[in-house]
């Protein structure tokens, strides 16, 4: 089971914000369920600027950690945007994995049909 842990930094959380974004992640922790260990969501205010700021830290099963931070004046634009960027970064992720396999099972097939030529041969 994948640890979801949503964080609010210098203002309180609301209820639709913290179910706003676990809908947003919800997807993601479907789709690459196997893949991800924890997930952690930064949520935050700054007052000066006033502008929300949204990080998403994605701890893999590997040990790579992935990382998005965005800053906008609407907390659910911030959201939105850090969420499908993540989803963009696991998808490369995961095209990456599922290439060295196949790069790898090629190998192999093209090394036994080399060898049984060989033998053929012989």
Known sequence: M???EIQALNFNMVPSIQNYTEKRLEKILR??????????????????SDANMVEIIVL????????????????????????????KQLN???????????????????DTATEEAYALIA
């Not at 992935?66 to 850090?82: F, G, K, P, Q, W």
């Open 92 to 110: 490369k992720q995961k095209k990456k994995l599922y290439s060295v396999k196949r790069q790898r099972g090629f190998d192999a097939a093209f």
């Open 60 to 87: 893999l099963v590997g040990g790579k950690v992935l990382r998005n931070h965005t800053r906008s004046e609407d907390m659910y634009a911030s959201i939105d945007v850090s969420s499908s960027n993540i989803d």
């Open 31 to 48: 789709l690459y369920a196997n893949n991800i260990s924890s997930i952690r969501v930064n949520l935050s205010h700054e007052t000066r």
């Open 2 to 4: 994948t640890k979801l």
